[in-house]
């Protein structure tokens, strides 16, 4: 069975994945910057420390205050869900404004590889939606 | 979801009389001390004269325009205030007055933090661009690309809000082009249309820009460059290919090539163009060896072949750009461009670098792992054939 989404369990699963990636390792090896993924239709919040190809914290939670992340990327549940299954670049998201980015996209659009492998991550957590 | 964003176009001969029509007081040119000396500027003044428009020009863009460029144009823009911006000439030109319109419309930003994700709300000025090369296609995009010289690469950003009001694509600006730079700005031109094409943001609107902006190239770029002023059909083709190519990636992307020619070219100061079309078959190739592309239907719309195997129509567009390029005078591997091999090998990782961090990269086909970049370059200096 698999790990709801958004949830603490899916969270862990998410680290799990990506400590576990060799290929984000390598792609991510200068990347230095935390994220909130935020399910903007809910009070859903995912916290990401994405540090040197590894990932040192995710995190679940309803706080918008747990932590003042670099960038906070909020989409819809809906929306969330294409990305997860690989269905939404989440890059061609952020320029269409389905996923909305409140921070520097340039710095993203410069670790785009590191951005790919992430989303690939990601798509391998046995997700339940 | 996806957009599809264009300027309004007037193109043809006599585009530049839609300039007699525009409403507006005060009209700031930008553009390069070469055009300026040959009498465009002065050419552009008339038709804005004739609209009833104050004019004054900035003649100060180089070729691949730096930041500190556009901040001297910002600075003399907002002393000026004007309601239109006109970017007179080829890429540099048209950037570097799309990087002043969106500084001058937003002082509080940065250059590199000009980016699609927010709205600029211009209101101040609107822009037309008018291209006197046949290639960049920046008269149709949101694009801006500028260099920093310290860091010897180039920063890439666009905003929706910055593609130009008007484009008047007038083929009479560009039939003295030289043999050379005709060369070195079509083969952007079909570079744009093929990366376009092959990129993962295609679309069903981009797709009939690219094919059609790379059958004009193939058909009308040899005889431009071979014919020059003399075949004004040539030029005219031409000039709408640079504009439906730019349209092409404008609304889908570029690729590999423009991360490795952005890099190498403000590395060693190659012309845009020409540095974006000789990695251009070096990455098809690489593409095609990951087996995921469509470069068939595009060799099949070309006429190239009538195989549907898509590796077939691949390689034959690859023999079809090297012959193009061999045709133009132009070099197929960087040996052939005066620069050694230990110079070329001590730039490499910086090469690297800067090609992976340049946003072109971003929705190419096939994304390098390991040192393959490094690779590419490498084979691309030898002139090798991509096998892996």
């Not at chain 2, 071979?226 to 404008?250: H, I, V, Y």
């Not at chain 2, 946003?359 to 792992?369: G, N, T």
Request: proline content about 5%; hydrophobic content about 40%; overall charge negative.
């Amino acid at each position: 069975m698999g790990a709801k989404f958004p949830s603490q369990a899916w969270a862990d699963a998410m680290k799990e994945s990506v400590n576990s990636s060799e290929s984000y390792a390598v792609a991510a090896k200068n990347w230095e910057g935390d994220f909130y993924f935020v399910v903007s239709d809910s009070d859903d919040l995912i916290y990401m420390d994405l540090w040197h190809g590894q990932c040192r914290d995710a995190v679940y939670t309803t706080d918008p205050a747990f932590k003042d992340p670099e960038f906070k990327i909020s989409a819809k549940y809906d929306q969330w869900v294409k990305v997860l299954q690989g269905k939404l670049d989440p890059i061609q998201g952020m320029m269409t404004r389905q996923l909305k980015l409140d921070g520097n996209l340039i710095k993203i659009m410069q670790n785009v590889k590191a951005a790919q492998e992430l989303v690939g991550c990601a798509t391998n957590v046995d997700t339940e939606f | 979801m996806w957009f599809f964003s264009s300027p309004h176009i007037i193109f043809g001969e006599d585009a530049l009389d839609h300039l007699d029509e525009l409403p507006g007081q005060r009209a700031f040119v930008v553009t390069d001390p070469v055009l300026d000396r040959l009498g465009f500027t002065e050419r552009i003044g008339r038709h804005l004269a004739a609209a009833g428009m104050d004019v004054q020009v900035f003649a100060q863009v180089e070729p691949d325009p730096s930041i500190q460029t556009v901040r001297r144009g910002v600075e003399e823009m907002a002393a000026y205030q004007p309601d239109w911006i006109v970017g007179l000439g080829g890429g540099s030109s048209m950037d570097a007055a799309k990087g002043m319109w969106a500084l001058y419309e937003r002082p509080d930003l940065e250059p590199e933090e000009i980016s699609p994700v927010f709205d600029l709300n211009i209101c101040k000025s609107r822009m037309v661009a008018i291209p006197t090369t046949s290639g960049t296609g920046s008269e149709a995009t949101m694009y801006v690309v500028l260099s920093d010289p310290k860091q010897k690469c180039k920063i890439s950003v666009g905003n929706r809000e910055l593609i130009p009001t008007l484009a008047l694509v007038d083929p009479s600006l560009s039939s003295q082009l030289p043999p050379r730079i005709t060369a070195d700005t079509g083969l952007d031109a079909l570079t744009h249309a093929i990366e376009a094409y092959a990129a993962n943001f295609h679309n069903d609107y981009s797709d009939a820009l690219a094919l059609k902006a790379s059958q004009l190239v193939f058909d009308y770029l040899p005889r431009a460059y071979e014919q020059g002023a003399a075949d004004r059909e040539a030029r005219e083709k031409m000039a709408n290919a640079a504009t439906l190519g730019g349209l092409a990636f404008g609304n889908s992307f570029v690729g590999m090539a423009h991360a490795l020619g952005h890099s190498f070219g403000s590395y060693f100061h190659i012309p845009h163009g020409r540095a974006v079309a000789l990695f251009l078959p070096y990455v098809i190739k690489y593409t095609v060896n990951g087996g995921v592309h469509r470069y068939g239907p595009l060799a099949r719309s070309l006429r190239l072949t009538d195989s549907q195997d898509e590796t077939t129509g691949a390689c034959l567009l690859i023999d079809a750009l090297r012959n193009l390029e061999r045709r133009l005078g132009q070099p197929t591997a960087i040996a052939d461009m005066d620069i050694s091999a230990v110079e070329f090998e001590e730039s490499l990782e910086i090469l690297c670098a800067h090609a992976l961090a340049d946003s072109s990269i971003l929705a190419a086909p096939r994304m390098p792992a390991g040192d393959e970049l490094a690779r590419l370059f490498l084979y691309a200096f030898e002139g090798k054939e991509i096998d892996f």
